[in-house]
């Protein structure tokens, strides 16, 4: 078990005293002093398999000996230089590498941020100015970010708008396939061809088409509950938004750089989205987003539109350049479906053993275990879902969950086999504790999630 003195409650209490509560969705009092791999050691000395991946941004693990050499070296020779009056090379080279890696055998632009959340808005506005239409179609529980534009697209929760007043306008919710919890149908059977008709729906009766500057989608939506789509869907999807001249923008920013699989989560798809946003692992933890378009889309806009002294700072492009080639040269993309592959099979097999767990979907490794309180019922386990957090963490993990009950597995994509065990071993574990009663409710207290 853990051990915590003061040492750490003295943190935890100062950060309550100085910072906003908005900048935080507490998990447990864990304080980071350093990283290494999959590993996590706090300031007590504990150490911790990372199944979270700080929020899925370390795909490569932390601290990567490629990485801290390059920021290492760079940091030697400057630190900044604003890209949006002069020129760095590592700006253009990674600007270079990300219309190479990134899906569609067309003429594109790449255009930096630094948060996934300015990302999104940023793909947001391109699209805007490109079509000159104003309307924009998002999914319900779709999380893009907290910035004004990217809140206003986001259909997670309505505490992220509370007291907000109106967002921007001319923003339409519809359902995402979900084959677990259809909001649609009572067999959940084909639930994407019920959402393609609820879309039709809106366009026949609420918005015209040819009003629509873009849908806005997350591949698999993450935060949401790590939610699979048929292929099909956007397919259809697609065909829609071509007939009217729709622009599709693909939130990779969560499934981006390997995390599903494939190096992004939408060449699943047999079409190519116009919009591509990206962030979180892109740079192994420096900050740095993108968004990749086809050229007369990005060509649409001008500065200062999309215009930001930090953005694309060189220690960022160096990391992300580095970041691509640990990737490709550890054939990442492939150890994260065979990972991926071993974890949802265990977990199926755990599934038989406890009825606590519902559901289990995902791709790579990117995965979600739904908890529940009654498999008929498919009512969420909340307490229960943070109780397994707690021990799991108590016991030598960080696993977090989102979306109320279901566990978030991202783990690094270095992660090896044996670590895959070990780590699973916890969470069976964690969950055959649960199950017994073995945690107390006290846990509930702290533990607030996500």
Not at 149 to 159: D, I, P
Not at 194 to 218: D, G, Q
Not at 347 to 368: A, Q, S, T, W
Request: aromatic share 10%; proline share 4%.
């Amino acid at each position: 078990m853990v051990k915590i003195t003061s040492k750490t409650n003295d943190i935890i209490e100062k950060e309550a005293k100085y910072l906003s509560y908005t900048t935080r969705v507490p998990y447990f009092p864990l304080v980071v002093d350093k990283a290494k791999g999959v590993y996590v050691t706090d300031i007590e000395g504990n150490e911790f398999i990372d199944f979270l991946s700080s929020a899925a941004v370390l795909n490569t693990g932390h601290n990567h000996p490629k990485v801290e050499e390059v920021v290492i070296e760079q940091a030697h020779k400057f630190l900044h230089y604003t890209p949006a009056y002069m020129y760095h090379q590592p700006h253009t080279e990674l600007a270079e590498k990300l219309i190479e890696i990134t899906p569609g055998n067309f003429d594109k632009r790449v255009a930096f941020a630094i948060s996934g959340s300015v990302a999104a808005e940023g793909a947001v506005k391109a699209a805007k100015a490109y079509t000159r239409r104003n309307h924009i179609v998002s999914f319900m529980r779709s999380y893009h970010g907290t910035t004004y534009g990217s809140l206003s697209v986001s259909g997670y929760s309505s505490q992220m708008r509370r007291n907000q007043g109106t967002l921007m306008p001319d923003v339409h919710f519809v359902p995402y396939p979900d084959n677990y919890r259809c909001s649609l149908n009572d067999t959940n059977s084909y639930c994407y061809q019920e959402c393609l008709k609820h879309i039709r729906l809106l366009f026949e009766t609420v918005v015209s088409p040819e009003e629509v500057a873009a849908i806005i989608f997350e591949p698999v939506q993450g935060d949401g509950g790590i939610l699979v789509p048929e292929v099909e869907f956007f397919n259809e999807l697609h065909k829609i938004c071509a007939k009217h001249g729709i622009l599709m923008i693909a939130d990779e920013v969560q499934t981006g750089f390997g995390r599903t699989g494939k190096l992004f989560a939408s060449e699943r798809y047999d079409f190519v989205p116009d919009i591509i946003a990206l962030g979180k692992a892109i740079a192994s933890g420096m900050p740095l987003s993108a968004i990749v378009a086809r050229a007369e889309i990005m060509e649409s806009w001008g500065a200062p539109q999309f215009m930001f002294n930090t953005a694309g700072n060189v220690l960022s492009c160096r990391a992300a350049l580095a970041t691509i080639e640990i990737i490709e040269e550890e054939n990442l993309v492939a150890n994260a479906v065979t990972i991926g592959d071993y974890m949802i099979n265990r977990f199926n097999h755990m599934k038989d053993k406890y009825e606590c767990i519902g559901d289990v979907r995902g791709l790579g490794l990117l995965i979600g275990l739904d908890i529940v309180k009654d498999r008929s019922t498919k009512e969420r386990d909340i307490e229960k879902t943070k109780k397994i957090c707690w021990r799991s963490w108590e016991t030598g993990l960080i696993l977090a969950f989102f979306s109320s009950s279901v566990l978030r597995i991202c783990p690094p994509l270095i992660i090896t086999l044996e670590q895959a065990e070990h780590a699973l071993d916890i969470i069976e574990s964690a969950i055959s504790d649960v199950e017994k009663g073995r945690v107390s409710d006290d846990v509930l207290q702290s533990i607030k999630g996500w």
